[in-house]
């Protein structure tokens, strides 16, 4: 994926109109029906409105590689008890992509939201909207390889999004702001997007809110200003390659504070409103990132990104998420939890899924590096886990998730973390230490800035060890049963 090239805004050709009506010379806008059809030849045809992850058809899309988001947002929290729990969005996001193929029409994913106009390279643009799709007609094909520029506005209220295990996700409306945290394809409920993780690309935010409350984003703070009572803060994305699933622009009463841990920048958002042993257990549990940070790079490698950090939101959920460069949680970061979202920093992160089956990868990883370093600080080693595991009895439904395509269902199953922890372990057994930390740190080396899936990682384990491990993998990935003989 190339660095996004500069091209003139469409918006100069808003102030230009703007500008010849003030002389008295009135240019009316092109309606979307009168549009130039323009080059809609049978080399051309439509992008798909997924790219074939079964566990979601309709995220992601095809024909397109988006390469960067800037998306300004202006929101408005809701108003006090007993108003209804909504805000309200608004939004515009320019986005620079590249066709991967001929492409007469492509989709976005968006839901929840209106769409008011899309323009393509500065051309208004014909679109419709469907349940998950918005659905952009250009006035002319856009050719395999051409760069574009795509302008979205949109809108609308805000509530509190549930996945499609009915779990809350996306743009969570609280009273005081918003949790944003997307995994598996909920940033579509505040930005269009192409929806998956073999899609990464670099953000910018510029997000305005009523003065006092903090926007906490991915990357680093650059600016923030207030006029006629909006703050907005900027944050910029912009080294880093994220899947969107890791976006986040979470808005709460936050106290921000910064500092370097391991050489990293390290910037905090901890919610002011936290109960007394919440903000206690949060601040001690921070206090720790640096020496974090140094452990786990002494297993994977460099810590990959421009800066880290949490954010700590008072709302009721319980839930923690590897936003990247800036770990969520609510209610409380505790150390076992924060462990195992910054080792996602890694493993998830730098390395994500190609497909949603493949979310052990993620979850198996992260749940090992948070047993490894329950071990480093003097608990229970990763041999006892692992052993604890085992005593796990075979009726249990435990071992009746194949972790390797555990189902959309149970993507977010207790198997997959500890059957997927387990796998990693038992393979540490079989192949050995000195290989076992070298495909962890190759397996990161090799895939930083993308996505693999489970075949890639077998395929790297056999090549550092030199062994078949085909049996190991069907036993500890693929077998509804506890595994006895590998």
Do not use: C
């Amino acid at each position: 994926m190339v660095a996004a090239v500069a091209r003139p805004s469409s918006r100069g050709a808003r102030y230009l109109l703007a500008a010849l009506s003030t002389a008295g010379l009135v240019l009316a806008p092109i309606p979307a029906s009168a549009a130039d059809d323009g080059d809609h030849g049978p080399r051309f045809s439509p992008g798909s409105a997924g790219v074939g992850d079964p566990y979601f058809p309709l995220a992601g899309n095809g024909g397109i590689d988006v390469e960067h988001y800037d998306l300004e947002l202006r929101y408005t929290p809701p108003a006090a008890e007993p108003a209804p729990l909504e805000g309200h969005l608004e939004g515009t996001a320019t986005i620079d992509l590249e066709a991967t193929e001929d492409l007469s029409r492509f989709n976005l994913d968006l839901r929840g939201l209106t769409v008011t106009e899309v323009e393509v390279d500065g051309r208004r643009a014909t679109f419709t909207q469907q349940e998950n799709e918005l659905v952009v007609t250009p006035r002319r094909g856009l050719r395999d390889g051409k760069d574009v520029e795509v302008v979205v506005e949109y809108g609308g209220t805000t509530g509190r999004p549930l996945d499609a295990t009915g779990a809350l996700y996306g743009w969570v409306t609280t009273r005081d702001g918003a949790m944003v945290a997307n995994e598996p394809d909920g940033a579509a409920t505040w930005f269009p997007v192409n929806d998956h993780p073999t899609d990464k690309a670099t953000f910018t935010f510029a997000v305005a809110v009523p003065e006092g409350l903090v926007v906490a984003a991915n990357g680093l703070l650059v600016d923030r200003s207030t006029e006629d009572g909006l703050t907005t803060w900027l944050w910029d994305a912009s080294e880093d390659l994220m899947a969107p699933y890791l976006a986040t622009a979470s808005i709460g009463n936050y106290r921000l504070s910064t500092s370097t841990a391991a050489g990293v920048p390290v910037i905090d958002a901890v919610d002011a409103d936290l109960t007394e042993p919440n903000a206690r257990q949060t601040a001690a549990t921070l206090a720790l990132t640096e020496d974090m940070l140094e452990f786990f790079e002494g297993i994977f490698g460099d810590y990959p990104f421009v800066a880290y950090g949490s954010i700590v939101d008072d709302d009721s959920v319980d839930y923690a998420l590897e936003t990247q460069t800036r770990s969520l949680f609510s209610l409380v970061a505790d150390e076992a939890t924060a462990a195992h979202e910054l080792a996602h920093s890694w493993v998830g992160n730098a390395v994500s899924p190609e497909r949603w089956s493949d979310i052990w990868l993620n979850e198996g990883w992260a749940t090992y590096g948070e047993q490894l370093w329950t071990e480093h600080r003097g608990g229970r080693t990763a041999q006892q886990q692992f052993d604890a595991l085992m005593r796990t009895p075979a009726n249990d439904p435990l071992w009746t998730v194949r972790v390797g395509d555990p189902g959309a269902a149970n993507m977010f199953a207790g198997a997959v973390y500890l059957r997927g922890a387990g796998t990693l372990h038992a393979l540490r057994l079989r192949i050995g230490d000195d290989d076992f930390f070298d495909l962890a740190r190759e397996w990161v080396g090799r895939y930083d800035g993308a996505a693999a899936s489970t075949a890639d990682f077998e395929a790297l384990a056999e090549e550092v060890s030199g062994e078949d491990l085909d049996h190991f993998f069907d036993v500890w990935l693929r077998t509804a049963t506890r595994p006895a003989n590998w």
